[in-house]
T-cell receptor, first 115, second 113 residues
Framework: GAGVSQSPSNKVTEKGKDVELRCDPI?????LYWYRQSLGQGLEFLIYFQGNSAPDKSGLPSDRFSAERTGGSVSTLTIQRTQQEDSAVYLC?????????????FGPGTRLLVL | QQPVQSPQAVILREGEDAVINCSSSKALYSVHWYRQKHGEAPVFLMI?????EQKGHEKISASFNEKKQQSSLYLTASQLSYSGTYFCGTEGAGGTSYGKLTFGQGTILTVHP
């Protein structure tokens, strides 16, 4: 079956603009995760969803970041008034899981560049 | 808190062995290991659960010491394909720690012919 897909694959935007990043998880996966990876750095947790609920939003860097998930499937990460420090690769992962974390399958990521 | 990985980088020749360590300051429920090649997404290697046994996959295995909140990844007789950045992800035991992974900063492994 299809893996996790993300769109766009690359996004170049101007400082101050809003951007939306999309994630399509593997069908049937209940958990969905967003991470940010800056150049040469590790994976920074942003938010995760269990179904359509987000039990933990503690990783969102500021109130300019928000995310939603509808129908227990597609998720959108929105960054408002982008700043240059938002430039990074944004990775989405999904997992078939209950209360504990199962195997996470990562998408190819969206490379965001804020000029 | 982010787990600490060591070493930060390691260089090997084909056939040599390596150990990558992951240490946390809090009680853990599980430890996950992923490998990421340059320009690609991380790929799952294995999960170690609290109370579980040492896991293995071909020449890559791992252990989890719950009392010390540490995990180690063992790469035996390394191959060129093992090159990449290895991340451990930890799931804390209790409260809001369940359900999410906190990743270490990564260990860059380079295998030369």
């Amino acid at each position: 079956g299809a893996g996790v897909s993300q769109s766009p694959s690359n996004k170049v935007t101007e400082k101050g603009k809003d951007v939306e990043l999309r994630c399509d998880p593997i069908s049937g996966h209940t958990a969905l995760y967003w991470y940010r990876q800056s150049l040469g750095q590790g994976l920074e947790f942003l938010i995760y969803f269990q179904g359509n609920s987000a039990p933990d939003k503690s990783g969102l860097p500021s109130d300019r970041f928000s995310a939603e998930r509808t129908g227990g499937s597609v998720s959108t990460l929105t960054i408002q008034r982008t700043q240059q420090e938002d430039s990074a690769v944004y990775l989405c992962a999904s997992s078939f899981t209950g209360a504990m974390v199962g195997t996470q399958y990562f998408g190819p990521g969206t490379r965001l560049l804020v000029l | 808190q982010q787990p600490v990985q060591s070493p930060q980088a390691v260089i090997l020749r084909e056939g040599e062995d390596a150990v990558i360590n992951c240490s946390s300051s809090k009680a853990l429920y599980s430890v996950h290991w992923y490998r990421q090649k340059h320009g690609e997404a991380p790929v799952f290697l294995m999960i170690l659960l609290k109370g579980g046994e040492q896991k293995g996959h071909e020449k890559i295995s791992a252990s989890f010491n719950e009392k010390k909140q540490q995990s180690s990844l063992y790469l035996t007789a390394s191959q060129l394909s093992y090159s990449g950045t290895y991340f451990c992800g930890t799931e804390g035991a209790g409260g809001t720690s369940y359900g999410k992974l906190t990743f270490g900063q990564g260990t860059i492994l380079t295998v030369h012919p």
